[in-house]
């Protein structure tokens, strides 16, 4: 399974930005996806998951209300749609995947992942 993300980029504080996991190689709609960012100097942090089957979220308290995780499994990808930036988000964005149906578990933990894209940059200045 190979996860690419992508999106990330130069944001003002208060914009938006939806950074996309495109997956392949599996069955993606077996799989629940988390997205984690790592800051620099910081060890790697969950930002939000989504079960297989889209109905469970889960966010961090630092982003819930301003970001929303989703997917669409027939085009393979998971979205990270990010409201109202604060220059505290910036990081590398990676996505995660874990094969969980028939489960919906969702994942929080970066341990818990098998799968991982390579990360994208999002810089958020003030």
């Known amino acids: 399974v190979q996860l690419q993300a992508y999106g990330g980029g130069v944001a003002q504080a208060g914009d938006s930005l939806r950074l996309s996991c495109a997956v392949s190689g599996g069955t993606f709609s077996n799989y629940a996806v988390g997205w984690f960012r790592q800051a620099p100097g910081k060890e790697r942090e969950f930002v939000a998951a989504?079960?297989?089957?889209?109905?469970?979220?889960y966010y961090s308290d630092s982003v819930r209300g301003r970001f929303t995780i989703s997917r669409d499994n027939t085009k393979n990808t998971a979205y990270l749609q990010m409201n109202s930036l604060k220059p505290e988000d910036t990081a590398i964005y990676y996505c995660a995947a874990l094969l969980t149906l028939p489960s919906d578990y969702v994942p929080v933990g970066s341990d818990e992942y098998d799968y991982w894209g390579q990360g994208t940059q999002l810089t958020v200045s003030s």
């Open positions: 989504v079960s297989w089957s889209g109905h469970i979220t």
